[in-house]
């Protein structure tokens, strides 16, 4: 007789969870030492967030940059962009706050109050407790500052306070910058899904990376000091 192992039942608190969460992540702010998150807002959020991501020179606080490729710095991994107007961008991010299984957040600069990028909780899979770290994006204002840190740790803490098990994030495969920083906060590589997605016109791999509940503590340790450390 054949054995087909088969893995045992989970905990009934567990189980219990998936009934809990609703497939549209609940609105919620997440603060933090220099960035917090609330649900994004097109009326407050959209004007600043496209000037301060379309290549033009823009400032924020005591930080300025003079005009650069907004395609090669923001926009050539996503699936919009560059925008050519602020129309088309809040159509754009219209989508992600519509979507019925995502939260679309801001993320803002706490110094001057004001937004820097766009971050969502997607992909939601309630009935299996996963959820993705995706549409990640900054102006190049924001870059290099510990924002990004401070925001995937935010998340990620959210989500597992929540409940969840799993939790994805997920790239172009040629994207090395967004590879690199889901090993930095601690993810784990799980491969390449080879002809994935057909992204403006261009095929697209797509790198698949994970981070497990079971692995939590240790990487919230890890990006605690990180951030603890940037502001030393």
């Known amino acids: 007789m054949t054995d087909f192992p088969v893995s045992p039942v989970l905990p009934e608190e567990i189980l219990k969870r998936r009934d809990?969460?609703?497939?549209?992540?609940?609105?919620?702010?997440?603060?933090?030492?220099?960035?917090?998150?609330q649900?994004?807002?097109?009326?407050?959020?959209?004007?600043?967030?496209?000037?301060?991501?379309?290549?033009?020179?823009?400032?924020?606080?005591?930080?300025?940059?003079?005009?650069?490729?907004?395609?090669?710095?923001?926009?050539r991994y996503m699936s919009g962009g560059p925008f050519a107007d602020t129309e088309a961008f809040s159509a754009w991010l219209?989508?992600?706050?519509?979507?019925?299984?995502?939260?679309?957040?801001?993320?803002?600069?706490?110094?001057?109050?004001?937004?820097?990028?766009?971050?969502?909780?997607?992909?939601?899979?309630?009935?299996?407790?996963?959820?993705?770290?995706?549409n990640i994006w900054y102006s190049p204002l924001a870059q290099k500052t510990g924002a990004n840190?401070?925001?995937?740790?935010?998340?990620?803490?959210h989500v597992f306070g929540l409940g969840y098990r799993r939790v994805i994030w997920k790239c172009d495969a040629l994207n090395t910058r967004s590879r690199r920083s889901a090993?930095?906060?601690?993810?784990?590589?799980?491969?390449?899904?080879?002809?994935?997605?057909?992204?403006?016109?261009?095929?697209?791999?797509?790198?698949?990376?994970r981070m497990l509940d079971r692995e939590w503590d240790t990487v919230r340790t890890q990006l605690e000091a990180r951030i603890q450390a940037l502001s030393d």
Request: cysteine-free; hydrophobic content about 45%; glycine content about 6%.
């Open 20 to 37: 809990e969460l609703p497939l549209k992540p609940d609105p919620v702010i997440l603060n933090g030492q220099r960035v917090h998150l």
């Open 39 to 75: 649900a994004l807002n097109l009326s407050q959020d959209a004007a600043l967030l496209f000037e301060r991501s379309n290549g033009h020179p823009a400032s924020l606080g005591e930080r300025s940059i003079e005009a650069y490729d907004a395609d090669e710095m923001i926009w």
């Open 94 to 134: 219209q989508i992600q706050i519509n979507a019925p299984d995502r939260l679309a957040l801001a993320v803002y600069d706490l110094q001057t109050a004001s937004p820097i990028g766009v971050v969502n909780l997607m992909s939601n899979d309630p009935r299996n407790l996963s959820i993705e770290l995706g």
């Open 149 to 157: 840190t401070e925001a995937t740790y935010l998340m990620l803490r």
């Open 183 to 209: 090993l930095r906060f601690g993810f784990q590589f799980e491969g390449i899904h080879e002809a994935h997605l057909i992204v403006k016109g261009r095929n697209r791999d797509t790198a698949w990376f």
